[in-house]
């Protein structure tokens, strides 16, 4: 079976911009860099850990192939399993390559809609 039979959700991967606004000041906000296949897993209690020392506790860890362009500090998106259910956004806190060169781990925190948008 191949890795990429595996991955089973839609992501987009969004990266902060920033955005003059004319009038000396800017804006933030997020730009779409990549849609891909991702595969999620929720880490349990044990392997859950505070991210960067003062940074939020990880939650999950997405699974991509090695063409994945998310790195620390952007965020992914995931649709929803069920209809009515709320979107899932991953702030990413690692992306590293295992020792075994297929695919790419990627570190998250859950970050609730409100929360995210800021």
């Not at 906000?29 to 939020?56: K, Y």
């Not at 506790?57 to 994945?68: I, Q, S, V």
């Not at 009515?84 to 075994?100: K, M, N, T, Y």
């Not at 790419?104 to 609730?112: F, G, L, T, Y």
Request: glycine share 8%; with cysteine; proline share 4%.
């Amino acid at each position: 079976m191949s890795f990429r039979t595996l991955l089973n959700r839609d992501a987009v991967v969004e990266r902060k911009v920033r955005t003059h606004d004319g009038q000396g000041g800017f804006s933030v906000g997020w730009q779409e860099i990549q849609r891909a296949r991702v595969r999620v897993r929720p880490l349990a209690a044990g392997e859950r850990m505070s991210a960067g020392g003062m940074r939020a506790e990880l939650t999950h860890r997405l699974y991509a192939a090695l063409t994945f362009l998310g790195r620390r500090g952007d965020r992914v998106r995931l649709a929803p399993f069920q209809a009515g259910a709320p979107e899932l956004v991953l702030e990413i806190d690692a992306v590293r390559e295992p020792s075994s060169p297929h695919h790419i781990e990627v570190d998250c925190a859950e970050r609730r809609e409100d929360a995210a948008a800021h």
